[in-house]
Every structure is written in C-alpha cells, then in structure tokens.
C-alpha cells in the first residue's frame, strides 16, 4: 500500500501566527482530503483537494499530484484550530477506494 | 447539510460481549466504509461495502467482525466477541461515488474493558 508521510509531527504556534502543514505520499493518489480531528475525537473535512488550489477562509491547501505532496496553509492561528491534522488519499488504478491516513500533525497553539 | 451520523457516541463494553456499532449513511451515498483510530495513532481502514456486498476488508477485519446494512438506511458493525484492543473510535465513512470525497460520521468510542 502508499506510505503516506506528514511533518511535522508537532506544531506549538502563538496565536496570530502562520503556518504550513505537509504530506507526502509514496505513490501517486486520489481523493486527497485534509481533515481536522477536534478535541472530541470528530473527523472535521477541510478540503478535498486532489490537484490545485483551494482556499476557505484562514485555510488553504495546496495539492501537485505529479509530484505527490500537498500543503495545508493556516494563517492567523487561532487557539480553535488546535488539534491534529490528517491528509489521506486514494492509491490510484489500484482498484481500491479506501483512504490511507499519514500519523497527523499535531498543532497546539497558545495564546 | 447532510451528514454521517453515528451511534452510540460512547460504549463501554465487557471483553468478550458482542457489541453493534449503528451509522446511518448520506442518503444517496453509494459506498460505505468503517475505520478505526486506536487512541493516539492514525485512522486505518477496516472495510468497504458497496452493492450490499464487502468489496474490500484489511487485515484487522478478522472473522469476529461482520457488517451489514439491514435496511435502507442504517450501516452496522458488529463484533462478535470483543477483546480489549478492540478499544479504539470507530468512524463510519460514505462517499456518494467512487472516487470522490468522503464524509465521516463523528465516531463510536468503544472501551473494552
């Protein structure tokens, strides 16, 4: 299966600061998606994103499938956008719909 | 919006006790997914059901796990006879067609104990 890797691992930001989460995957993929696991454990959909640039709000993320890595941007961080973020992505022409997760990045950001 | 939704969103459970875990699917979704999350690590697949019928399980979906959607609405996993690393967030997951974005419930977190 695609190894999908995820740095940093943590993140301590102040709030007001920016910031530039990535994913690398070892294969070419699908359906990439960032979500945002809350305090509570929820799986929160931030993008769908398999190529390009999308922006909502304070996010934005960017995908290049050729070269296999997509960005998560957060500007003006607030203490809410603390928690772990996930990408994950569909191994393409394998036939196979399911979404492999990297290990998170988790983000704590204080006042 | 529509959405995912699960139930319970707790269960604690006696290690060998069978245990049923209840989503409900975006109505005009296609394929059906459960995931689990042991606490502090990353989401893994579990399985895929599509057509009424598993199309695609991983290695964790041993025998004592069993899915089914009993009627138009409700997605369930069953487990059989729960051992206490079956201690994890189970998410369900649909998508309205293949390769497109997926949507998940807020999880079942099952405590074995």
């Known amino acids: 299966g695609i190894q999908v890797e995820q740095s940093p691992p943590d993140l301590i930001l102040q709030e007001g600061a920016n910031s530039t989460l990535r994913c690398n995957f070892s294969?070419?993929?699908?359906?990439l998606q960032w979500f945002h696991q809350n305090p509570w454990g929820q799986l929160i959909n931030l993008f769908y994103?398999?190529?390009g640039t999308k922006q909502n709000g304070r996010l934005s993320a960017t995908t290049v499938a050729t070269e296999r890595y997509s960005l998560l941007y957060i500007s003006s961080s607030q203490t809410t956008d603390s928690g772990v973020y996930f990408c994950?992505?569909?191994?393409?022409?394998?036939?196979?719909?399911?979404?492999?997760f990297g290990k998170g990045t988790k983000l704590s950001v204080i006042p | 919006e529509p959405e995912v939704t699960q139930t319970p969103s707790h269960q604690v459970t006696q290690m060998g006790q069978e245990v049923i875990l209840r989503c409900v699917p975006i109505?005009?979704?296609?394929?059906f997914y459960w995931y689990r999350q042991i606490l502090g690590q990353k989401v893994e697949f579990l399985v895929s059901?599509?057509?009424?019928?598993?199309?695609?399980k991983s290695e964790i979906f041993d025998d004592q796990f069993s899915v089914e959607r009993p009627d138009g609405s409700n997605f369930t996993l069953k487990i059989r006879s729960t051992k206490l690393e079956d201690s994890a967030m189970y998410f369900c997951?649909?998508?309205?067609?293949?390769?497109?974005?997926?949507?998940f419930g807020q999880g079942t977190r099952l405590t074995v104990v």
């Open positions: 997951a649909s998508v309205r067609q293949a390769n497109t974005e997926a949507f």
């Open positions: 994950a992505g569909v191994l393409t022409g394998a036939g196979s719909y399911q979404l492999t």
């Open positions: 994103i398999p190529s």
């Open positions: 109505s005009n979704h296609l394929y």
């Open positions: 059901f599509y057509n009424n019928e598993i199309s695609e």
């Open positions: 294969d070419s993929v699908n359906n």
